[in-house]
C-alpha cells in the first residue's frame, strides 16, 4: 500500500523528471549535476559517509583532492538521473550515438554467438543503466536482476523506464529462476554487484584494501553452469560522450566449488577496483561499502 508520504515523494520526482525531459541530453545533465550538487552542500546528505569513504580507499590522496572528488560523486548521480528520464526517447541510435569508445564488447557478442548466455557484473560506477541500453541497442537480449525500490510508486516507474529501454527485469527474490532462464534463452544476465545486502548470499573479497562483503550470486551461476563471466563499465568521458569497457573474468574449476566461488567474486571486485581507481568521481561512495566485516576468527 503506497502511503502519502510515498505518493508526496513520487510526484514530486516526476514533476522534476517532467521539466528535465523537455531539455536535451547536456542541458539536462548539466542540470542534473547542479541538483545533485546540492546533496552534497548545502544540504550534507551521507556527506561524511561520502568524504570518509573516499579517504580510505586513497590515503595518499590530499584532502582537497578528497573533497572534489566527493562533489563529482554528487554530481554524477544528479547526472544519472536525468540522464535515466531521457534515454529512453533516445531511440537505439541516439543512444550508439553517445558512445565514442568501445572496448571488449565482442567478448558478449562472442558468448551469445556460441549459444552459452554471459553473465556481466557491473558496479555503481559511471551511468551503469545507459550501458545496459547500450547493450540492447548493439542486439544483445539483456535481462537485470534488480531489487525492489521501498517507493512502490517509483519502483513501478523505474521499471516501466528500464523496459522502455529493452531490458527484461528480474527481481533479485526469482533471481535463481529467473537468471537460468536468462543463460538458457541465451540472453545476457546483467548483475550489479557491488553492495553488501543483509541476507543476501556474499563472500568478504579485498577492495580498495579491505574487506568488503560482496554479492557472490553471479559467481555462484558461472561456476555451477559454467558459462561465461564478463566485468563491463559504461563510464563518462570528458567531452559527455561515453566509453564502454568490458574484460574477461576467468572462472576456474579446480573441483572445489566454494573456493572458486570465492575467488571468482574476488576477481569482478578487483576488475571493479581498477575502473573505480580510474574515474574515482563517477563511484556511488553514499553505499556504506565497509559496513560489514567479516567476524574475527
Known sequence: MTTFAQAAEFYALRGA????????????????????????????????????????????????QVLRIAKGAYQNLGRIAAEIALTPRLGRQGVLDLYTEVVGFELIEDAIAAGRGCICVTGHIGNYELGAAFTVARGVPVDAIVRRQSNPLFDQYITESRGAMGMTVVRD?????????ALRENHLLAVIADQGVKGL??????????????????ATFAVRLRCPLVFAASVRLPDGHFR????????????????????TVARYTAALERVVRQYPEQYFWHHRRWRRQPPPT
Request: net charge neutral.
Open 17 to 64: 523528471v517532467g521539466a528535465i525531459e523537455m531539455l536535451d541530453w547536456r542541458r539536462a545533465g548539466a542540470l542534473g549535476a547542479w541538483i545533485g550538487s546540492f546533496g552534497y552542500r548545502p544540504l550534507g546528505i551521507r556527506r561524511a559517509v561520502v568524504e570518509q569513504q573516499i579517504a580510505s580507499a586513497f590515503p595518499d590522496m590530499d584532502p582537497t
Open 244 to 263: 564502454f569497457q568490458v574484460e574477461p573474468i576467468p572462472v576456474p574449476d579446480t573441483g572445489d566449488r566454494e573456493k572458486d566461488i570465492d575467488t
Open 173 to 181: 527474490f526469482e533471481a535463481v529462476k529467473g537468471s537460468v532462464r
Open 201 to 218: 548470499a556474499s563472500t568478504f573479497v579485498p577492495f580498495f584494501g579491505r574487506p568488503a562483503k560482496t554479492p557472490r550470486g553471479a
